[in-house]
């Protein structure tokens, strides 16, 4: 079986280093699991553990996908459900969220006729940037959350769609690419 998923890489240099920054403010509240820079994505489908037959299949649709390149723009920090009992510490997307959406429409549409299970939480498109394992200071946390609320991180040239694989290892995933669709 193959753990996969779809998913736009982050690359942008000067965009990674404001994450890393931001990264190192959220440790000063608490212990949290940081996504490394190398693995900086916003996911489109997580696909779970799927038959390596299957990645043939979800490659042939993603060659399908009919759009062209855009801009993202990273800008507002959240959490997952909540900033009083966060889980999750993601960054929003403005700029190209409807391209986006198009999307995972796309991909949920195609993918849903040959099995896979639609989200049924819906899409919002967002960047995880970490998982929050405990929380120290939940004022101080929290005031950052609120105080980051409209920080800009940096945009992203999204040229790309890509089908993933994630092995997992003690020390954390690490990801690798099944297919690239060029947009």
Known sequence: MVRAFIAVDIESEETIKNIISLQRELEKFGKFKIVSPENLHITLKFLGEIDPSKVDLVSEILGRLEAEGFTIELKG???????SRPNVVWIGVTEGYEQ??????????????????????????????????????????????????????????????????????????IYSDLYVKTL
């Open 100 to 173: 986006l959406m198009h999307i995972w429409k796309f991909v949920e549409d195609n993918l849903s006729r040959h099995g896979f299970q639609r989200e049924r939480r819906g899409f919002k498109p967002h960047l995880t940037v970490a998982r929050v394992k405990f929380i120290i200071n939940r004022q101080g946390f929290r005031r950052l959350v609120e105080t980051h609320r409209n920080l800009k991180l940096g945009k992203e040239k999204v040229r790309t769609v890509k089908l993933k694989k994630s092995t997992l290892t003690p020390t954390g995933p």
């Open 77 to 83: 920090v959240g959490c997952f459900p909540s900033p």
